[in-house]
């Protein structure tokens, strides 16, 4: 049980992480979709983290209150709605309402993992779990350059966006099971 409490959970963030450097690989078609600049393009990328900051300031609360794995559910659930509606957007508003709804699952996903962690796991497992929360990480945004990038040459930005979102829809649900 252990393992599927530290694997769902990684899962989830991983995606997460796939979010936070997607739209590096897609630029060129998120400029050219919405008739955008490079500067609107980073403003774009933008949402992501500040939507984090904001959130770091009540993340923890969440946790305590609804729990981890609610948390991270609805966190998850929040993300695969805005990447839906990212790859769906036919205008840049939507496409950055998206990336906010993205930013603000996204952003309660690791400290609902930690607190997973340290409540299923010996104390002296805790450095190196949390510790792999970076790793996971990395590995994620190496597969958000260029097996992303043949991905979206595959099935075009929107699908791929649209596959995500149901991926991470599927994590969430698994997640709360």
Do not use: C, K
Request: charged share 5%.
């Amino acid at each position: 049980m252990r393992v599927v409490v530290y694997a769902v959970p990684a899962s989830a963030y991983f995606f997460s992480y796939v979010h936070r450097v997607a739209p590096g690989a897609v630029a060129e078609d998120l400029m050219r979709a919405f008739a955008i600049t490079a500067a609107t393009l980073v403003n774009l990328s933008a949402i992501y983290p500040y939507t984090f900051a904001v959130m770091a300031l009540i993340a923890g609360s969440l946790v305590d209150t609804l729990g981890p794995r609610w948390t991270l559910t609805a966190g998850g659930l929040t993300m695969a709605l805005g990447a839906i509606v990212f790859g769906a957007a036919p205008v840049f508003a939507m496409a950055f309402g998206g990336r906010l709804l993205v930013g603000l699952g996204a952003s309660v996903l690791l400290i609902s993992w930690l607190t997973l962690l340290a409540a299923w796991f010996p104390p002296n497992r805790f450095a190196l779990l949390s510790g792999s929360t970076q790793a996971v990480g990395s590995v994620a945004a190496l597969m958000a350059a260029t097996p992303l990038a043949l991905v979206v040459e595959a099935l075009g930005w929107r699908q791929t966006f649209v596959t995500i979102g149901a991926i991470s829809a599927v994590l969430a649900v698994a997640v709360a099971l």
